[in-house]
């Protein structure tokens, strides 16, 4: 099951991609991580899809990520009394905390909140931005806006201010079932939406206890602005496009975009680019030129992963669309341009002996031409160091925990294998050499690198380098 590219494609999971069939189909055109949305669908679907992973996994005797993605808090409008209701450039109107139905007048916005951190002259936008009102007034109770942008409203419609660090867990108790659920099921990664601070992750790994990695969706401005913090409390980072989207102007996303991909990888972190990637392949076989674009973009720009949504999880063609994706990936990484970027973005390494070993790994897989790099690990991390360095070969990660296995399925360039852990140098060798020609990375003739740490099977002990020849 050997990927032949470095970057790493994540399926979301649905209506249109739940039978052993589907997901099978899926994973041979290049799915390496399945994404399981709990704003969507009932315990016993992710159940379903969780059991057919797990024994699609026991079929191909390879690794499969399973990455769980928590909804989080939804704000929302309350319900109108008359159904929906245009509103007219401005047109003022009062939102409040009474649950009852709205009028041309008053708009219920259940959300204390809200009321709470709203500021004189900050924006309240509905819909994902396509309406947006200006406040004028607020207390604990009302807010008084003027309409700025025109539009329908109606029932539930979303809200956001942008700008604005709102005083809200990003765990609703919904969440917290789910997550319970979602651990005892045994996915490998859990996605939490609406992160503000590294506090919030910080609470989020509290409740995981160790059971699965923990990934912050980067979603909210003021996100941005505790950047670095949030990083270092995360072991992953989701690039969710779509909500930074509404909350920021579209022109502000690229650049972020390359800033959230550059920091991540300076801190060694996995980061998945997702929302709207092959968007229109949700009803056509075929994406834009623009769309095929945006992807190679963010391949160019250094990032792990990208992430098919709608696309798989509802679409018409979602074998189609990891297809398309994978060939995308190909072909920029066969783009001498694209070895450049990652060489030319490379950080000095930290002065550390696992980054030294790392960065001597890497320059000696460039210098002999060797057919892979083969890291010894227990938790990742070194495995993590290696692929930050972005070699020109493939990364054979040997561990003999499953769970670091299933979760460096994400990590750029990693091809993760569970195996006893080596018992003497000899044996490194000789279970790097083997397992190399098994998973066709390396044949005789080849040489391959080496790294590990002695005494061997210690965690975070990375302070070996060989060079074997095949």
């Avoid at 401005?90 to 009474?98: A, M």
């Avoid at 139905?101 to 916005?109: D, E, H, Y």
């Amino acid at each position: 099951m050997r990927r032949e590219r470095f970057t790493k494609i994540v399926a979301t999971l649905g209506p249109a991609t739940s039978s052993a069939e589907r997901l099978r189909a899926l994973f041979d055109a290049g799915a390496d991580v399945f994404r399981l949305n709990f704003s969507h669908g009932s315990p016993d679907d992710h159940k379903h899809r969780v059991e057919l992973l797990r024994a699609l996994e026991k079929q191909y005797k390879y690794p499969i990520a399973i990455l769980m993605d928590l909804q989080g808090p939804k704000l929302r409008l309350g319900t109108f009394a008359n159904g929906p209701m245009e509103l007219k450039k401005g047109q003022k109107l009062r939102f409040d905390l009474d649950p009852e139905p709205g009028t041309a007048k008053r708009i219920p916005l259940p959300h204390p909140e809200i009321f709470k951190a709203a500021q004189p002259e900050g924006l309240l936008l509905i819909d994902d931005g396509k309406v947006r009102l200006r406040i004028k007034a607020h207390s604990e109770m009302t807010i008084d806006a003027t309409v700025e942008v025109a539009g329908p409203i109606s029932d539930r419609k979303g809200v956001n201010l942008p700008n604005l660090m709102l005083p809200l867990s990003p765990m609703t108790p919904k969440d917290r079932r789910d997550l319970d659920y979602g651990l005892s099921l045994g996915v490998d990664w859990v996605a939490l939406s609406f992160v503000q601070r590294a506090d919030d992750i910080a609470e989020l790994k509290k409740l995981v206890a160790g059971r699965a990695a923990v990934m912050a969706k980067l979603e909210k401005p003021q996100a941005i602005e505790h950047l670095d913090e949030i990083i270092e409390q995360s072991d992953g980072i989701m690039v969710a496009r779509g909500d930074l989207g509404v909350e920021l102007p579209p022109e502000a996303v690229p650049p972020l975009q390359k800033r959230i991909l550059a920091a991540c990888r300076a801190a060694g972190r996995p980061a998945i680019v997702a929302t709207q990637m092959l968007d229109s392949m949700v009803h056509s076989p075929t994406p834009t030129r623009a769309e095929a674009s945006d992807v190679a973009t963010a391949v160019y720009d250094g990032t792990d992963a990208v992430m098919l949504s709608a696309e798989s999880a509802s679409g018409d063609y979602p074998v189609e669309a990891v297809t398309i994706m994978d060939r995308i990936l190909k072909s920029v990484e066969a783009d001498p341009l694209y070895r450049r970027l990652m060489d030319a973005s490379r950080r000095e390494p930290e002065a550390t002996t696992a980054d030294a070993i790392s960065a001597a790994a890497r320059q000696c897989a460039h210098t002999l031409g060797a057919a892979a790099i083969v890291t010894f690990t227990n938790t990742g991390s070194t495995t993590l160091r290696a692929a930050r360095e972005r070699p020109d070969v493939q990364i054979l990660c040997l561990t003999p925990n499953l769970n670091t296995a299933r979760r460096l399925t994400l990590a750029w360039g990693v091809h993760p294998v569970q195996t006893e852990d080596a018992h003497s140098f000899s044996d490194m060798v000789q279970r790097a050499v083997r397992i190399a020609r098994k998973e066709k990375l390396a044949q005789t003739g080849e040489r391959l690198v080496i790294t590990a740490g002695v005494p061997f099977g210690t965690p975070g002990a990375t302070n070996t380098l060989r060079i074997a020849y095949i």
